[in-house]
């Protein structure tokens, strides 16, 4: 019914910078707070980055000031711009939506399939 993609991930060098995309699409009313959680090899899925609807950010201590959330509301799609990357950097990238959709209007929760960053050289 309602689907994000995320794209942009692959191979950068540390120091490297990538931007990760996700779109939304489906039968939608409006799209609330998103968000960017990333997950490494044995470890816990952590929140990366928020934000919402008219624009209001927050970050994870480990990417501040490196990473910059953005959207385009238009458009339906998110955007996730990674700067000074680091090895520590690497893991599968998700995003996350609170998608309203038509009536009987429910708030739906979802997730994308995830994207592979990897930060090597």
């Known amino acids: 019914q309602v689907q994000l993609v995320e794209s942009g991930g692959g191979l950068v060098q540390p120091g490297g910078s990538l931007r990760l995309s996700c779109a939304a699409s489906?039968?939608?009313?409006?799209?609330?707070?998103m968000a960017w959680y990333r997950q490494a090899p044995e470890k816990q899925r952590e929140l990366v980055a928020t934000?919402?609807?008219?624009?209001?950010?927050n970050y994870a201590d480990s990417v501040k000031g490196r990473f910059t959330i953005s959207r385009d509301n238009a458009k339906k799609t998110m955007y996730l711009q990674m700067n000074s990357l680091r090895p520590e950097d690497t893991a599968d990238y998700y995003c996350?939506?609170?998608?309203?959709?038509?009536?009987?209007?429910?708030?739906?929760?979802?997730w994308g399939q995830g994207t592979l960053v990897t930060v090597s050289s």
């Open positions: 996350n939506a609170g998608v309203l959709i038509p009536a009987p209007y429910r708030l739906l929760e979802v």
């Open positions: 489906g039968t939608i009313v409006s799209i609330n707070t």
């Open positions: 934000i919402t609807r008219n624009g209001s950010t």
